[in-house]
């Protein structure tokens, strides 16, 4: 499924629920950890237990990077994207690339047929979330999701450093 997904281990449902402000829903596995071994990306069933199709298989949840993230969302990185993707082939098909391998990735926890084809962020043709592309480019490692990628050397992720005790859940209240 992803480089970096693990089983959940104790306290990770707990750690994601303060993170999130809410039970996780469908959650199956932790996508990535922080250098700390907290978790940093959810990895959520494609049906969720009510029933309901989901597409978003994973997606950021440490709150370091969620604000990190959501700045640049705020200063107009998307549209930056969306515009580099409108120009340039390689990327636009390396994007493609992704939103295949996404929707081959999430069907190994099973067949939704509702949401058969369809990924998230905005593959494969636009970049519409950078929380969950970078929830992406965290799980499954670098040089598959180019545009998670970018967003995470943009904000200078740097994987061997842990974040979780600067005051990034302050500055998102």
């Not at 069933?45 to 990190?68: A, E, I, K, N």
């Not at 939103?99 to 190994?108: D, G, T």
Request: proline residues 6%; negative net charge; contains cysteine.
């Amino acid at each position: 499924m992803g480089a970096n997904v693990t089983e959940l281990r104790e306290g990770d449902r707990e750690e994601f629920s303060a993170q999130l402000g809410r039970e996780p829903r469908g959650l199956v596995a932790v996508g990535a950890r922080c250098a700390c071994g907290r978790p940093a990306v959810t990895v959520t069933s494609p049906r969720l237990p009510d029933g309901s199709p989901f597409p978003t298989l994973f997606y950021l949840s440490l709150p370091y990077l969620v604000y990190q993230i959501s700045r640049l969302e705020a200063d107009g990185k998307m549209a930056e994207y969306n515009e580099a993707l409108a120009e340039d082939p390689e990327l636009a098909e390396a994007h493609a690339r992704a939103h295949r391998s996404y929707v081959e990735r999430r069907s190994v926890l099973g067949d939704v047929p509702e949401i058969s084809g369809v990924s998230a962020g905005g593959m494969p043709n636009r970049v519409k979330c950078l929380h969950a592309l970078a929830g992406y480019a965290l799980a499954v490692g670098s040089g598959v999701c180019p545009i998670g990628d970018m967003a995470l050397d943009a904000v200078g992720w740097d994987g061997s450093v842990c974040h979780c005790d600067d005051d990034s859940k302050e500055k998102l209240a």
